[in-house]
T-cell receptor
Framework: GDSVTQMEGPVTLSEEAFLTINCTYT??????LFWYVQYPGEGLQLLLK?????DKGSNKGFEATYRKETTSFHLEKGSVQVSDSAVYFC??????????FGKGTRLHILP | DAGVTQSPTHLIKTRGQQVTLRCSPK?????VSWYQQALGQGPQFIFQ???????QRGNFPDRFSGHQFPNYSSELNVNALLLGDSALYLC??????????????FGEGSRLTVL
């Protein structure tokens, strides 16, 4: 069945460092891909999405490109801030109504 | 504009008991999905309700049941609780297209502890 695999955390970086969180997926057909973020004490919220191959989703300085050939959707940010500390979930939506989430990657940014 | 609200925020039950969790969707949303998030894991889809019907169900036993009311609010019921049911239960709302667009709006969750 459909699945999402993302890099294990926690990931600890210094402020202004470059961030990459890897995500690969397995799906039949052409899923939509997402990154959700869970800030401390808050609910999950959509960070960005891409609905077809080669699309790039972007928001708040984060970017991810839908790579069908490598079945990947890696999350990147050029310069992280302390406020980016959160848990990040890669997810996909296939032919059904459910969203399939990865296990999450906890990100700590040090000032 | 209120977002998704869930109640209670925390609760403790013992094995064999039953629990009911409640969710009010974001204004304008008619679809409610429920997810279970175990500690250190990603959310797992339980089921989705649309037009007061269960539209899709994940791989959860029949002990997990739900309901959607005419005002689109929803309840999740879990019977015969097991220790393994301890988790954060998330409610998410969306427009009628459900998960197809992927833009779910989540509540902060109800944390259930089963002793």
């Amino acid at each position: 069945g459909d699945s999402v695999t993302q890099m294990e955390g926690p990931v600890t970086l210094s402020e202004e460092a470059f961030l990459t969180i890897n995500c690969t997926y397995t799906a039949t057909g052409y899923p939509s891909l997402f990154w959700y973020v869970q800030y401390p004490g808050e609910g999950l919220q959509l960070l960005l999405k891409a609905t077809k191959a080669d699309d790039k989703g972007s928001n708040k300085g984060f970017e991810a490109t839908y790579r069908k050939e490598t079945t990947s959707f890696h999350l990147e940010k050029g310069s992280v801030q302390v406020s980016d500390s959160a848990v990040y979930f890669c997810a996909l939506s296939g032919a059904s109504y459910k969203i399939i989430f990865g296990k999450g990657t906890r990100l700590h940014i040090l000032p | 504009d209120a977002g998704v609200t869930q109640s209670p925020t925390h609760l403790i039950k013992t094995r064999g008991q039953q629990v009911t969790l409640r969710c009010s969707p974001k204004s304008g949303h008619d679809t409610v999905s429920w997810y279970q998030q175990a500690l250190g894991q990603g959310p797992q889809f339980i089921f989705q309700y649309y037009e007061e019907e269960e539209r899709q169900r994940g791989n959860f036993p029949d002990r997990f049941s739900g309901h959607q009311f005419p005002n689109y609010s929803s309840e999740l019921n879990v019977n015969a609780l097991l220790l393994g049911d301890s988790a954060l239960y998330l409610c998410a709302s969306s427009p009628g297209t459900g998960g197809v667009t992927g833009e779910l709006f989540f509540g902060e969750g109800s944390r259930l502890t089963v002793l």
